[in-house]
């Protein structure tokens, strides 16, 4: 046996490795054990919450996953919330049963649809690839704007005129630079209320070794502070929330006062949860922490 072909040229736990020759191997999944945690669609008898899967590309193949509340009354119409989970770019999925479950309790709470896109994920798709799925998928559900679109439950029950864009981690990033898109380019058709981004994750002063792998053309989409385009993001309001001992709270902060200094205008929210870490209601949903957290994003969807 070649011992070359066990030769790595870069290794990111708990992420992924590369071998000398091209092949990627992940670790273990930080989300879950491959499919074995994937959760079906269907009705959720515990909330009445509905979910199905829907094709957003067929050329790229990339899917959603449609959460709708519990129907009470003929006719309803809800808020729609877009949402990118996180994973670092490279793992994760709202068909995984960490983001599922949380995405159900977002649907139940804030009385909303909820729309969870599972973007292409790096290294094998570098980045911006997950942001350019995203926009698309962007562009796709605004196509129902009108009710003439290809998916029935978006036409039948969403209220576009109340729309959030939301993610966590690095789908934080990818629901600022959906905004900003938005904005600079002057989306038709839905009004996009605000942003929430948990967590969020944005490029720090250090070098980051996985990222500049996965992004070999960096730019401006990991750094707000130097996006000319920031001022033109969609939105009367955004929802930052951090965590008290998440390594990436100082970039939360620096969004915030980023995002107040550039002469977008629009409203700033900031909540933090105390004695708690990155992502914790990903990874310990029964947290005392996760209720008030919850809560501000409901509260923010529902405040007009």
């Avoid at 053309?217 to 001022?231: F, M, W």
């Amino acid at each position: 046996m070649d011992s070359s072909n066990n030769e790595t040229t870069h290794e990111f736990p708990p992420y992924f490795k590369v071998y000398k020759d091209g092949r990627i191997e992940r670790y273990p999944d930080r989300f879950g054990n491959g499919g074995q945690d994937l959760v079906p669609t269907g009705l959720d008898s515990k909330t009445g919450v509905q979910t199905k899967d829907v094709v957003v590309s067929p050329e790229s193949g990339v899917s959603a996953r449609l959460f709708i509340p519990k129907i009470n009354g003929p006719d309803p119409k809800f808020p729609l919330v877009v949402h990118y989970h996180g994973g670092a770019f490279c793992t994760g999925s709202p068909f995984k049963k960490i983001f599922h479950d949380f995405l159900v309790s977002l649907a139940l709470e804030a009385n909303v649809v909820v729309i969870s896109v599972d973007y292409r994920l790096a290294p094998d798709h570098a980045l911006p690839v997950a942001h350019e799925d995203s926009w698309a998928a962007m562009q796709w559900i605004s196509a129902h704007s009108n009710g003439q679109g290809p998916e029935p439950w978006l036409n039948q029950y969403v209220d576009f005129g109340r729309v959030f864009v939301a993610g966590e981690s690095a789908g934080a990033n990818i629901a600022h630079y959906v905004a900003v898109q938005a904005g600079a380019t002057g989306l038709a058709g839905p009004n996009v209320v605000g942003s929430i981004l948990v967590h969020p994750y944005f490029g720090g002063k250090e070098p980051d070794k996985m990222i500049d792998y996965m992004y070999p053309t960096k730019d401006r989409i990991l750094y707000p502070e130097v996006d000319p385009n920031l001022s033109k993001m969609v939105g009367k309001k955004v929802l930052v929330c951090v965590a008290e001992k998440d390594w990436l709270k100082d970039r939360g902060v620096g969004y915030c006062e980023t995002l107040r200094k550039s002469g977008w205008n629009g409203s700033v929210g900031y909540f933090e949860s105390e004695e708690e870490g990155h992502g914790f209601f990903l990874w310990n949903p029964s947290s005392d922490k996760v209720v008030p957290l919850m809560k501000a994003m409901v509260d923010f969807i529902n405040q007009n």
